[in-house]
Every structure is written in C-alpha cells, then in structure tokens.
C-alpha cells in the first residue's frame, strides 16, 4: 500500500494562502484594467484587433498556483513510500514465552518448537542481515540487539524459557522489537509468534499505529493445531487464536502464516525469508523545489510574451 507522509505537515497550513492568490489576481486584474482605461479606448482597440489587450492570464494564475503547491510540498518534506523488492532486511524475532506456549501439541511444546525453527531461519537468511530476538509474556524481554553475529542470535533463542509473569502483552511485544529497528536503515520486518492470545498490556492500535509510522512490516506466525494443546500441570487445554494475529499482519502490511506442525512451521520461516517486498521511500523536497523552479522561469517568460498586461 503506497502511501505519502510529511516530515514537516505544519507547513502545509500555507495551502490556504492559494484563494488569497487568486482574489488577488481578481482584483488586481480589475484595477488594471480600469486604469488602462484611463489612456485609452480598449475595447475599441480589441474590437479591431479580435483579442483582449488586457488577457485574463488564467494560464499564469494556474501556473502560480502551481508554483506555490510545489513549494508548499516541498517546505512540508514530503516523502512517497510504496513496496518494491529488495534482498537487504534486517529481523526481529518476537517469541511468544508466555505460559501457553507450553501446550504440547507440538512435541516437546510449542516454544520449543518455535526456538528450534528459528534457528533453522537464521541459518538461511542472508550473511549481511542482522537479527535481533525477543521474548514475551505479560511484558517483552531484549534477549538479543540486531545482530550480525548468528551464533550469538542462537544463543539467545535457546535462553528463551517461559516467563514467571501472567498473561501475554502482544502489543508491547511488537513495540520493543521495533525499538530496535528504528535506526537500521534497511528494511524492518518483525516476525512476531505467538499463539495470539493478546489479555494485558498496550492496546494493539496503538502498537500498530506506532509499526506504521515507523515503517515496520510485521508477519505474524500461528502456532498451534486446531484441536489445541494440554498445558502440563494446568490441565487447560488452549487453540491458537487466528484472528488478532490476521489482524496485526493486515494492519502491519505482513502476511500471516498458521503453523499446525513443525514441517509447516519451517515453511512459514521460509515463506518469509523467500519475500523480497519493502517498503521504500523517495523525498520529493528536491523534485518538487526543481519542479516550481522550473514554473517560475516559464512565469518570467509568460510575462513578456502574449501574456503581458500590454502586447
């Protein structure tokens, strides 16, 4: 999804002044025009001659409209962004290690299963990339800054263990490991999994808002069977929660990825690395100052051609 944004939108009030530029030429061609009269018969002379003497200038007055857009988008910094291919990304694994990541409908358990895939991803992404890892419970856990050394990576995925603290902070989870994007200048990509049962902590609007205005593609992987799993010692049995994780990946232009075993578990990962799309920018400040540059010099030439008030 393309999209522009403002590095400076207050200067985008001056998009207001455009009707005073128009008044403006209005009434200036009034004035002009009952002065000329002044000195002479002008309509007569138009008459005989079969065109104003004194023209509207509509084309110069869009011309300066024109002029004055270009310079008001260009004060404002604007930026384009849209999705194009690249092979350079850096990652953020977020691990859900809250306890429900215990059920065992993956053999030993879910978390396990996420830990040892991901090194499985690590080792078939790119030697230029860096990797970062977090955990997550109730609250998030920087195991591992981006990284380009994987042997540290995996050493942080096999310290993963289930969290002592209750519930399952998605939200949070999603803004910490964007945290630790923000200054990379290749593309973002956080791949967030989790069971999806999101109960406490930071309201997923705002966690998305804040992915989004920092241009961080989020993919989400479910793990868990239909049928659920059985936490040891808590005899509760709990499913994957599809839905917030569809959510989160649509809102966060990711795609999200259900894993019912470890085989499509490991495709997920590979699905993801195999995604060339990220999101690009192009500042428009200079484009656009050449643009009303280049209008400006076309006014100077109106002036004294056809355009002018006397031919």
């Known amino acids: 999804m393309a999209e522009i944004t403002f590095g400076n939108p207050i200067y985008l009030w001056f998009f207001l002044s ?8 209005l009434i200036g061609l009034k004035l002009i025009k009952r002065r000329a009269l002044e000195f002479g018969n002008f309509a007569a002379l138009e008459r005989v001659a079969k065109r104003p ?85 109730g609250t998030s856990f920087v195991e591992q800054a981006p990284t380009e050394d994987f042997s540290k990576v995996k050493d ?30 290749r593309a973002k990509i956080v791949i967030l999994l989790t069971d999806g049962r999101s109960n406490v902590g930071v309201p997923m609007e705002q966690a998305l808002e804040y992915v989004n205005s920092n241009h961080v593609i989020v993919h989400t992987i479910g793990i868990g069977t239909e049928e659920g799993g ?7 049995i709990l499913k994957l929660d599809e839905e917030e994780l569809k959510r989160i990946a649509s809102s966060a232009d990711g795609n999200y990825y259900k894993a019912s075993d470890r085989e499509t ?18 500042n428009l400040t200079v484009p656009f100052m050449l643009l ?6 076309i006014d100077w030439g109106l002036v004294n051609t056809r355009y002018g008030i006397i031919p």
Do not use: C
Request: no cysteine; aromatic share 10%; hydrophobic share 50%.
């Open 18 to 25: 455009i009707p005073a530029l128009a008044i403006v030429h």
């Open 53 to 137: 003497f004194i023209p509207k200038n509509y084309i110069l007055l869009g011309i300066r409209i024109a002029t004055l857009s270009f310079l008001i988008l260009a004060i404002s910094g604007t930026t384009f962004w849209y999705f194009g291919r690249s092979s350079d990304f850096d990652f953020v694994l977020a691990i859900d290690a809250s306890s429900s990541m215990l059920a065992g409908d993956f053999l030993p358990s879910r978390l396990n299963a996420a830990v040892e895939t991901a090194k499985d991803f690590v080792d078939s992404i790119s030697s230029r990339a860096k990797v970062g890892v977090v955990s997550f419970a």
């Open 156 to 185: 942080a995925l096999d310290r993963i263990a289930v969290k002592p603290i209750g519930g399952t902070d998605l939200g949070e989870a999603i803004i910490t490991s964007s945290n630790l994007l923000i200054a990379e200048e």
């Open 230 to 236: 059985l936490i040891p010692e808590a005899d509760v």
């Open 265 to 282: 578990l490991q495709k997920s990962y590979l699905e993801i690395v195999s995604s060339t799309r990220k999101k690009l920018s192009v």
């Open 292 to 297: 009303a540059l280049v209008l400006l010099f």
